[in-house]
Nanobody, 119 residues
Framework: VQLQASGGGLVQAGGSLRLSCAAS????????MGWYRQAPGKQRELVAT???????KYADSVKGRFTISRDNAKKTVYLQLNSLIPEDTGVYYC??????????????WGQGTQVTVSS
């Protein structure tokens, strides 16, 4: 199973980006999916998660500005980033709990996509 993240870039404060993360491989079902980020010199932190049924959770720092969504048919999770601030700068990683052919769930990470917000 591979997760391919895309959509990062350089944007001015107040701008928007949309991140995508597409999964491929032997996948029976993708359970919880999420986005994490890691700023320079800091630990990786949770940004948002979404269950198979669409229930979402957000870090307090992004509530009201970011929106996580998913397309189960496309095996893809999205993160819409609005009203970006410099503190949102970091490498964004997608994560997915994947059920494979043997009906066991494994945790997978994407390669990360850089988001840089200039002031």
């Amino acid at each position: 199973v591979q997760l391919q993240a895309s959509g990062g870039g350089l944007v001015q404060a107040g701008g928007s980006l949309r991140l995508s993360c597409a999964a491929s491989g032997s996948i029976i079902r993708m359970n919880a999916m999420g986005w994490y980020r890691q700023a320079p010199g800091k630990q990786r932190e949770l940004v948002a998660t979404i269950t198979y049924g669409g229930s979402t959770k957000y870090a307090d720092s992004v509530k009201g500005r970011f929106t996580i969504s998913r397309d189960n048919a496309k095996k893809t999770v999205y993160l819409q980033l609005n009203s970006l601030i410099p503190e949102d700068t970091g490498v964004y990683y997608c994560n997915a709990a994947v059920v494979g052919p043997y009906l066991k769930e494994y945790d997978y990470w994407g390669q990360g996509t850089q988001v840089t917000v200039s002031s």
